[in-house]
């Protein structure tokens, strides 16, 4: 069954600094692997994903994630963090044989504060 | 595009009630729909999972028969949370796919609160 880890309840950086985000996965087979992120109250709006190709992967809100296959790791970064970043973030994983299933890690708060 | 909305965004309802909630692709046709529940600062939890045209697969430990679902077209699927009590107070998204194996779109998702 495939798994995904995000190790950090929150984590807590300053704007102008780089801000990293951890996901690590367990999958059986070639992982697709997603970040979204969560305003309060609000539904899941989709950031990256990583399917095949670079492991470099940029999306929306000049985040990238960086997929790391010997550490099965897919960690969500910014270079530069700002107040408005501050939200819940979500690593995901689908795999082949799954359908289009997602699998959601327990979320990371993120406040940037000034 | 890929837009998913859903209404009511929130809802009061008194114990034992039965709620509707709907879920609507309003720019592409959704063969797949998607049922999660989130509680607060948790992660969502996928409820079921809905295909136009046939039963509803649920999860493990979700009651199929409190939680209702029907996907009669392409673009509307409906959850019903029949005799709701107050432990089915959560906030519920779903989400919809042009096809089995493609991407995921999120609704705003809908705060359900049963006193």
């Known amino acids: 069954a495939q798994s995904v880890a995000q190790p950090e309840d929150q984590v807590n950086v300053a704007e102008g600094n780089p801000l990293t985000v951890k996901c690590t996965y367990s999958?059986?087979?070639?992982?697709?692997l997603f970040w979204y992120v969560q305003y309060p109250n609000r539904g899941l709006q989709f950031l990256l994903k990583?399917?095949?190709?670079d492991n470099l992967v940029k999306g929306s809100y000049g985040f990238e994630a960086e997929f790391n296959k010997s550490q099965t790791s897919f960690h969500l970064k910014k270079p530069s963090a700002l107040v408005s970043d501050s939200a819940l973030y979500f690593c995901?994983?689908?795999w082949g044989g799954g359908g289009n299933k997602l699998t959601f890690g327990t979320g990371t708060q993120l406040k940037v504060e000034l | 595009g890929a837009v998913v909305s859903q209404h009511p965004s929130w809802v009061i309802c008194k114990s034992g009630t039965s709620v509707k909630i709907e879920c609507r692709s309003l720019?592409?046709?959704?063969?797949?729909m998607f049922w999660y529940r989130q509680f607060p600062k948790q992660s969502l939890m996928l409820m079921a999972t809905?295909?136009?045209?046939?039963?509803?697969?649920?999860e493990q430990g979700v009651e199929k028969d409190k939680f209702l679902i029907n996907h009669a077209s392409l673009t509307l699927s409906t959850l019903t949370v029949t005799s709701a009590h107050p432990e089915d107070s959560s906030f519920y998204i779903c989400?919809?796919?042009?096809?089995?194996?493609?991407?995921?779109?999120f609704g705003p998702g809908t705060r359900l609160t049963v006193t």
């Open positions: 720019d592409f046709q959704a063969t797949t």
């Open positions: 999958v059986s087979g070639n992982p697709y």
């Open positions: 990583y399917i095949t190709g």
């Open positions: 809905s295909n136009e045209g046939s039963k509803a697969t649920y």
């Open positions: 995901a994983v689908r």
């Open positions: 989400s919809a796919s042009p096809d089995r194996t493609g991407e995921q779109y």
